[in-house]
Structure formats: structure tokens, C-alpha cells
């Protein structure tokens, strides 16, 4: 769902409101401080006003532009999914992945909603299984949850192909019971990755491994190129006790470089 579909509902009520008032000739204008008495045609008592629906708060966030897709995920090739770093685009836009899930704060809520970020959640099973409503809580329209293995073995690129498929099957699996959705994307515990992951990755029906080039970490940017954001960055983040001090180094950031953060998957056409 785009922003604007998201918009629609509350301006639709605006709207309703609107003409619910029109019809009682109780239009705001007439009310304004100093000319506010009552008409006799259209006397305004405890009673009318107590039954005036609730006008929902207008979102704060801006309609986020839409940017024309100018990348394509690789195909599957020889059994093996993509690896991507980065996605290489024109458009002056940047990526948020949050990942693991350990850290639960209600802050990180507040703040992601405040600032209306999309994210892509790389989530643990093992992590996020005893409160998966938090996650649930934190997911607005056109956020994901994808693949970050049962266990979160980071030396899990090195072991058998077997042990790699459960690892990445039984996130596919508990991802979909508990949030709905079979993830596309998967990215490795550490981030070190194997051709035996990527046929792993490729025969649980994951469409790429998503790896990064910068990160937002112990309330600074992270750069492995350069010193500042570039158009199609992926950035990684944690569920941290330091979540507000990262994302307040990540807003900066991307303010700094002019890019806009958009949704991973709707990009990448994998939602
Ligand atoms: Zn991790």
C-alpha cells in the first residue's frame, strides 16, 4: 500500500465529516472565536456535539515521492540466489533494515512512527518468538519481516547444506504462521555468506541475500565507502538498547546526502 493509500482513509473521514457538517449548517467557518453563538436553524447543544465523530488526527508525515524502479534483483542463476550490497539506482533514495530483534524497547516504536520510516525487519526466530506482538506493534503498512535464521549462528555459511536449510526454513516457516508472510529476502547472521546459502536460500524460495555497506551503530555511521550516505545504501541497524542514538545517526545522515528512505521490497518488486 503507497503512502497515499494510507492517507486515503483519514481524508476520506475528513471529507465525510466535512459534508455530515455542510448538511447541519454547522460548517466550522461559523464558528470561529468571537462569532461562535449558535444560529437558530442550527443549534449547536451538549447532545450534537457529544455525537460529532471523533476527526482523526491528520498524519504527520509527508507523502513520500515515488521513485521509478531502475533496478532489477538478478535472477536465480544455477541454483544460487543474488547477493546484494547495495542497489544500484539514480534515485536519490535509501534503505532502513533493522535486524535481530532482541532489544524490545516501546521507544523504537515511537520513534520509527514519528519519523514514518519503512523498514525491512531481518528478524531471529529465537529472538523475537516470545514476543512477536512487539514486532506486530512496530509493523506499519508496507513493513516487512524477512529471514534472519532460527539461531543466529554467524559461522553458519561454513556448516552443511542441511543445517543451513533448517536454519533459513524454519524462519520461513515461524515468519509465516506468526506474521503472515513467507520472506523473500534473507540476510546471514554476521553477514558472511556461501554458495552453499545461496542454493539454501534459493531452494527455500528466497529471492536474494541482502548484506550491506553501512551501518548505523553505537550512535554513528558506519561507512565501508566513503564518508556519507549514497543514493540506493542499504543500511543496517539493530533492535539495540542504543536504538534512538542509531537512528538519530541515521536520520542525519540521510537528511545530509538528500535521500529518502524507502521501502526494500517494494523497490525491489519482492513484497
Ligand atoms: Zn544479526
Known amino acids: 500500500m503507497s503512502d497515499f493509500d494510507r492517507l486515503a482513509p483519514t481524508r476520506r473521514a475528513a471529507l465525510g465529516l466535512l459534508g455530515a457538517a455542510a448538511v447541519a449548517g454547522t460548517l466550522a467557518s461559523c464558528s470561529q472565536p468571537g ?24 498524519p504527520e508525515t ?12 538478478p535472477p536465480i542463476q544455477g541454483g544460487l540466489v543474488p547477493v546484494i550490497t547495495r542497489v544500484t539506482t539514480k ?22 512512527r514519528k519519523y514514518g520510516y519503512p523498514v525491512t525487519m531481518f528478524l531471529t526466530k529465537n529472538f523475537v518468538q516470545e514476543d512477536p506482538e512487539y514486532f506486530r506493534q512496530l ?20 556448516k552443511s547444506y542441511p543445517y ?13 504462521a506468526t506474521f503472515g508472510r513467507r520472506p523473500t529476502l534473507f540476510r546471514p ?19 536474494a541475500i541482502i548484506d550491506w555497506e553501512t551501518k548505523a551503530n553505537a550512535g554513528h555511521m ?3 565507502y566513503g564518508n556519507s550516505l549514497r543514493p540506493g545504501d542499504i543500511v543496517l541497524m539493530h533492535f539495540r538498547p542504543e536504538f534512538a542514538a542509531d537512528l538519530a545517526a541515521f536520520r542525519a545522515a540521510h537528511l545530509a546526502a538528500g535521500l529518502t528512505v524507502v521501502n526494500l521490497e517494494h523497490f525491489l518488486g519482492v513484497e
Not at 35 to 58: F, I, L, M, N, S
Not at 62 to 73: G, H, L, N
Not at 166 to 174: C, L, N, R, S
Not at 189 to 207: H, N, Q
Request: proline share 8%; aromatic share 6%.
Open 139 to 158: 509493523m506499519r503498512d508496507g513493513d516487512f519481516v524477512e529471514n534472519h535464521t532460527v539461531s543466529h549462528d554467524v559461522s553458519m555459511s561454513t
Open 91 to 112: 534515485n536519490p533514495i535509501v534503505f532502513l533494515t533493522i535486524d535481530d530483534g532482541v532489544t524490545k524497547k516501546p521507544e523504537a516504536i515511537e520513534l520509527l
Open 164 to 176: 543451513q536449510l533448517a536454519e533459513i526454513k524454519g524462519m520461513q516457516e515461524f515468519a509465516q
Open 35 to 58: 462569532t461562535g453563538a449558535p444560529t437558530a436553524d442550527a443549534p449547536v447543544t451538549a447532545e450534537t456535539v457529544a455525537e460529532a465523530p471523533e476527526v482523526p488526527a491528520a
Open 222 to 224: 558506519d561507512y565501508q
Open 189 to 207: 547472521p554476521g553477514g558472511a555468506y556461501s554458495a552453499t546459502m545461496r542454493k539454501a536460500c534459493a531452494d527455500a524460495g528466497l529471492r
Open 62 to 73: 509527508p507523502a513520500v515521492p515515488t521513485f521509478a524502479r531502475d533496478f532489477q534483483v
